[in-house]
């Protein structure tokens, strides 16, 4: 039976379709393909960093008072993300080639700091994902881009290829750690999980470390959260989706970031000497990101029963206990006592980096996240008899 969270969150009305007005020929129909698979609502658990700027006269409301010129907030975090196919062929036109059409989908993405309760929204973003078909001006093979539009300010266009995989995938690590812009590494006492009075949120983790909430190795590599979520999985077969905002030719010559004029901060006075950061006067400017999806189909099997026929579904834990999600089965028999029930699901996992650029250095923000589907997945024929 359907739950409110089954129910599209943003989505186009059921009659409305894309075509192309008074044009007697349309591209050929396009399909959501690799997309396909993430129709729906997806929940889950993950982690955010980010560095947000300081201004000296901003109210500092940190145990111990610290200054600096950014405060380091970690998020462990709750998200909601739904995907609604559009309906029908997206027409572009073309002028140095024929048409091509497009198949998208719309998503909206919800995500809560859990880090303390109750919870408190940090994200939602609005945006459509797109299938972008082979081309021969410019000369690229399938692609894909989603847009979004982020409400501090910044909009994205983030294009790239995908990539299947015969099992798990391979996640790389990554760092948090700023870069001077033009040159090296910079690192803060705050990327120290157990230094106690260091300009972060929270600021004390000893709690968390006890716990194995928040960790040294989640702050030096967000990437091994989503490591310690497949740990021990059976995952047969994933499709990755690498995109990216940045214009790298000859791969990809498209993309890009927008950003409201307080996020890029007053141009440089006349007569100012040219430095190598582009927006020198800038409060957080979004200049890039780069993301991986992974699209994972996990062999799982757990004992279900006893149960009886019309039961609800059986919630189905997974994960580690600091990273809590679960599938749901419905039997479509009943069982007398624990059976063994081997099922496939889908599992969305990604990795997010957007550089901010403000007082001299790159910022990497990276949000992380392991996700399940809250559509129930009955149990197969002759299961249970």
Do not use: C
Request: net charge negative.
């Amino acid at each position: 039976m359907a739950t409110e969270t089954d129910k599209p969150v943003i989505a186009t009305e059921s009659t409305f379709k894309f075509g192309a007005v008074r044009q007697a020929v349309l591209p050929p129909s396009p399909t959501l393909g690799v997309l396909a698979p993430m129709v729906g609502t997806w929940t889950g658990s993950g982690f955010n960093t980010i560095f947000r700027p300081l201004n000296p006269n901003s109210p500092n409301q940190l145990p111990i008072p610290v200054g600096g010129d950014n405060i380091l907030e970690l998020n462990l975090t709750s998200e909601t993300t739904t995907f609604t196919a559009i309906q029908g062929a997206i027409p572009n036109r073309g002028f140095e080639q024929v048409d091509i059409a497009l198949a998208g989908m719309i998503y909206l993405q919800q995500i809560s700091d859990v880090t303390t309760l109750p919870a408190t929204g940090i994200h939602v973003e609005p945006g459509i994902w797109v299938v972008i078909p082979s081309t021969t001006d410019p000369a690229d093979g399938p692609t894909v881009t989603r847009m979004a539009s982020i409400p501090h300010g910044t909009t994205i266009n983030a294009q790239g290829t995908t990539t299947i995989i015969n099992g798990p995938p391979n996640i790389p690590v990554i760092s948090i750690t700023p870069t001077v812009i033009g040159g090296h590494l910079f690192e803060f006492a705050s990327q120290t999980a157990t230094n106690q009075g260091t300009a972060r949120i929270p600021q004390d983790l000893t709690p968390f470390i006890a716990e194995g909430r928040i960790t040294q190795d989640m702050i030096t590599n967000p990437n091994s959260v989503l490591t310690a979520a497949i740990h021990g999985q059976n995952i047969i077969a994933t499709t990755q989706i690498s995109i990216s905002t940045q214009i790298v030719p000859p791969i990809i010559a498209g993309g890009g970031t927008d950003n409201i004029e307080f996020l890029i901060g007053a141009p440089p006075l006349p007569g100012t000497p040219p430095t190598q950061n582009p927006t020198p006067n800038a409060n957080a400017n979004s200049a890039t990101m780069t993301a991986t999806f992974w699209i994972e189909t996990v062999e799982h099997t757990v004992l279900i029963g006893p149960i009886k026929p019309g039961d609800p579904p059986v919630p189905v834990p997974l994960g580690p206990p600091n990273q809590p999600r679960r599938i749901m089965v419905k039997p479509l028999v009943g069982v007398s006592r624990p059976t063994p029930l081997t099922l496939r699901f889908t599992q969305i996992q990604y990795s997010q980096i957007v550089n901010l650029n403000f007082n001299g250095l790159i910022w990497p923000h990276v949000s992380v996240a392991t996700l399940v589907s809250t559509a129930p997945i009955s149990t197969p024929p002759g299961w249970g008899a």
